[in-house]
C-alpha cells in the first residue's frame, strides 16, 4: 500500500496513474480540469498545410479507387 504513494508523490504521474485519476473525478470536475490546462491549437506552417492537404486529397482518392474496384467486382 504504501508503494502507491511513493509513485504519486514526484511531479510526473506515469499513464496508468493519470488515468486512474480521470476515471475517478466526478463530470464537473473534469470539466474544471481541462479548462485550467488548455491547449490552444498549433499554427501550422506553410509546408505541413500543404502536406496534409495533399494527405486528404491522396485519401479521397483512394477511397473512391476502393469504391470503383467494389463496385466492378460486384457486377
Do not use: C, N
Amino acid at each position: 500500500m504504501e508503494k502507491e504513494f511513493d509513485s504519486a508523490s514526484g511531479d510526473e504521474l506515469s499513464r496508468e496513474e493519470f488515468s486512474k485519476v480521470i476515471e475517478a473525478l466526478e463530470p464537473d470536475q473534469i470539466i474544471s480540469t481541462k479548462k485550467r490546462h488548455y491547449f490552444p491549437r498549433r499554427r501550422l506552417t506553410r509546408t505541413e498545410m500543404i502536406l496534409f492537404w495533399a494527405l486528404r486529397i491522396y485519401l479521397v482518392f483512394m477511397v473512391a479507387v476502393v469504391v470503383y474496384q467494389i463496385w466492378t467486382g460486384a457486377r
